[in-house]
């Protein structure tokens, strides 16, 4: 009997044995398994930003640019910025740099055209470094960006067509000449098709409509071209406030009454535009705001860490007149 009992002690101790050498390899292995790290989480100060301008072309350009440099600042957010001088090659060639430099995690750019952008596009997702588009568009290629942040230039277009509108409702004619932002950009093309759309409803004629290159000067150049060859104009519309300034001038040397002779629309509303509506130069100037750095660097913040954003994040945009009563005191808030 003592026998047996031994026996099946010394059983029940070699299954014991036998189950944890079974078991030791898979445990040790389990233990010895490296924990998953944690995913980075990114703020606004792991952020390095390389911002793709288009240039210097007038007071929106001018408050676009500081917008991005004072919140980057504000945030703490590392920006590299890129003058691209209004050249097409020169921003691509921008864009590539910003790709390859390693310190960069994110590409914002305001495109100069809606063309020209798939292989940079696709390089910048091959490298991992989200796009985010502001103020312009581009054509197509959607999955190789994240979204784009401004304003919709066709109803920007719409408002400065039914503005038209009512200001030519009692004018025998209604020839109306458009100075046009630099050819192939999304602004140009997009606020001539939409200011067609409702101005042509009430029997506006675009007589004429030619490139000034959003700049004063050119707007005034070609203003001054139209006028020689006739002054059967009831108004003009500025694709943007520089071009504008520039039409006022040469109708003002043409022995013309800007606002009164001939109306004028422009686009932007900058400092510049309500002092022409102050002076009694312009009669409406349509919102476009350049203050889009809050709402890019959020959505860029966002993109790092993986969010998914809409393709479209709209600014929020106004339409102001000449004759509104509280329009010196609306000016004199206004940032930019």
Do not use: H
């Not at 233990?31 to 995913?39: L, R, T």
């Not at 050249?87 to 921008?94: E, F, P, Y």
């Not at 109306?263 to 350049?290: H, R, W, Y």
């Amino acid at each position: 009997m003592k026998i047996t009992k031994v026996l099946i002690s010394l059983v029940l101790a070699l299954v014991f044995m036998a189950a944890a050498v079974g078991c030791g390899p898979a445990a040790t292995e389990e233990a010895a398994k490296p924990a998953e790290p944690a995913k980075k989480v990114y703020t606004y100060k792991d952020m390095v930003v390389g911002f793709l301008q288009t240039g210097s072309e007038g007071g929106w350009r001018a408050a676009n640019s500081a917008s991005f440099k004072e919140t980057a600042a504000q945030l703490g957010i590392t920006l590299k910025f890129y003058d691209s001088q209004n050249d097409l090659a020169k921003q691509v060639a921008g864009f590539q740099q910003f790709i390859q430099d390693p310190e960069v995690n994110v590409i914002v750019m305001s495109p100069l055209e809606t063309t020209g952008w798939e292989q940079v596009l696709k390089d910048a997702k091959a490298a991992g470094k989200p796009v985010i588009l502001s103020d312009r568009r581009i054509d197509g290629f959607e999955d190789y960006y994240v979204t784009f942040i401004g304003a919709d230039f066709v109803e920007e277009g719409r408002k400065a067509g039914t503005e038209m509108c009512n200001l030519l409702k009692d004018s025998a004619n209604k020839n109306v000449w458009e100075l046009v932002g630099n050819v192939g950009s999304a602004p140009a093309i997009d606020r001539g098709k939409g200011f067609r759309e409702t101005a042509e409803k009430c029997g506006i004629k675009v007589t004429k409509s030619q490139t000034a290159n959003w700049s004063v000067v050119e707007g005034k150049q070609v203003t001054e071209a139209w006028l020689k060859e006739t002054k059967d104009v009831q108004g003009i519309f500025g694709q943007n406030d520089e071009m504008a300034f520039g039409a006022i001038e040469a109708l003002k040397e043409a022995g013309l009454v800007p606002a009164v002779d001939v109306k004028i629309i422009s686009v932007d509303a900058t400092a510049g535009a309500f002092q022409a509506m102050l002076d009694g130069t312009l009669n409406v100037t349509v919102e476009c705001n350049p203050l889009l750095a809050p709402q890019v660097y959020e959505a860029a913040l966002a993109a790092l860490n993986g969010e998914t954003l809409p393709k479209w994040i709209p600014s929020q945009e106004s339409v102001f007149f000449m004759t509104d009563p509280k329009l010196k005191e609306i000016a004199a808030g206004r940032k930019y």
